[in-house]
C-alpha cells in the first residue's frame, strides 16, 4: 500500500514539474534589423511636433493560428490623432517576445518616430 502510494504521489509530482516548465515564459527585446531606406529632408521643410509610439500585438497558438500585429497606418493614425501630424519620420521598430511554453506565443511590436508637419 505504501508503495503505490509512493508512485503516485511521485507520478503526481512529475506531472506538476512537467507542466510548470511547460508554463514558463521568457521575454526579451530585440531591434528589426535596418531595411536601408533613406530620404533627405532639409529642416526647413518640415515642423517636429513629437515623438510618437505604438504597440501591437501578434498572437500564436501552437504555430498554427496567428491573429494581430502592427503596421504603419496605425502609427500614422495615431500622430495624426495626437499632433495633426502629416507624417512620421525617423522610424524605429522593436520587438518583445514572450513565450508560455509551446503552446502560445506573443510578440509586441514597438514602433515609433517623430511626428511632423510639413511647411507648405
Known amino acids: ?3 503505490k502510494r509512493l508512485v503516485a504521489m ?13 508554463m514558463v515564459s521568457c521575454t526579451s527585446v530585440n531591434p528589426i ?15 517636429i511636433l513629437g515623438r510618437v509610439e505604438y504597440r501591437g500585438i501578434a498572437h500564436n497558438v501552437l504555430g498554427l493560428f496567428s491573429w ?18 502629416d507624417d512620421v519620420i525617423n522610424l524605429s521598430l522593436d520587438y518583445e517576445q ?16 517623430l511626428a511632423v508637419k510639413y511647411k507648405k
Open 68 to 85: 494581430g500585429g502592427a503596421a504603419y497606418s496605425k502609427l500614422y493614425e495615431k500622430a495624426k490623432a495626437e499632433f495633426g501630424a
Open 10 to 22: 511521485t507520478g503526481a509530482l512529475a506531472v506538476m514539474i512537467s507542466a510548470l516548465y511547460l
Open 98 to 113: 514572450a513565450s508560455y511554453g509551446i503552446f502560445y506565443n506573443e510578440r509586441t511590436y514597438i514602433m515609433s518616430g
Open 33 to 47: 534589423r535596418d531595411h536601408g531606406v533613406s530620404v533627405n529632408l532639409a529642416e526647413n521643410q518640415y515642423e
Open 1 to 3: 500500500m505504501k508503495h
